[in-house]
């Protein structure tokens, strides 16, 4: 059993909060096809980076412009395809049992998919949500956890991350906060971890928020 004695609670979204599987699959499939790349060489890629972090990776003499049409693509694609996006299990009991002023969602989501998805799994909207287009640049980096800490107003180091990417974990290791990875869409994460929010026991505690799981 580990447990964490914390501030606040800082949340990826997809793949944490919110199944987003078949969304995120059939939009990447077809941006796969517009940049005329084989799936294999562009599934690895496809969860917890900006849509624009990957195309540097894939594709890095592509034209800013491009670049940025590609982008609007996804935003409209993913926006707007919500079938089979519900919450993962637990998801809404967890945010309606912790104090709101010490939980954030983080994402690498621009701000109309993070509602999109919110809305159509049917959870609450947490006050603070920093998206991809709040910060110069998303996970891996440790902008955007940085960013959630901050408007929460606790350190980094009293702020827990719950993710289920590799690029989301390190992003949160680089900010300086503890982790626990969720393995909804890797089987592997560099981090304790659990199979679902399930697992994961919050409890809100004179100084702030305690949190366990089981095993390491």
Do not use: N
């Not at 096809?33 to 849509?51: L, S």
């Not at 540097?56 to 491009?66: G, V």
């Not at 290791?173 to 626990?180: E, L, N, R, S």
């Amino acid at each position: 059993m580990t447990t964490w004695l914390v501030d606040a609670i800082l949340f990826d979204l997809d793949g944490t909060l919110v199944d987003s599987a078949g969304s995120v699959q059939r939009s990447w499939r077809r941006l796969a096809e517009k940049i005329d790349r084989p799936w294999p060489e562009v599934e690895p890629h496809i969860h917890g980076v900006p849509v624009a972090q990957v195309m540097a990776m894939l594709e890095p003499d592509m034209p800013a412009e491009r670049v940025e049409e590609l982008r609007e693509f996804m935003v409209e694609s993913e926006s707007t395809d919500t079938v089979g996006v519900v919450a993962q299990p637990s998801a809404a009991e967890v945010l309606a049992a912790l104090p709101p002023e010490r939980v954030a969602i983080v994402t690498s989501g621009g701000v109309r998919l993070a509602g999109s998805r919110m809305a159509a799994a049917g959870l609450p909207t947490p006050a603070v949500v920093v998206t991809a287009d709040d910060v110069p640049v998303g996970k891996p980096d440790p902008a955007p956890y940085l960013k959630g800490a901050a408007l929460l107003g606790f350190p980094p180091a009293r702020c827990l991350v719950v993710e289920d990417a590799p690029a989301g974990v390190s992003s949160a290791k680089a900010a300086g906060c503890p982790v626990i990875g969720v393995l909804t869409t890797h089987d592997v994460l560099d981090a304790p971890s659990v199979h679902s929010l399930a697992d994961i026991r919050f409890s809100t505690v004179d100084g702030g928020i305690e949190v366990t799981i089981q095993g390491t």
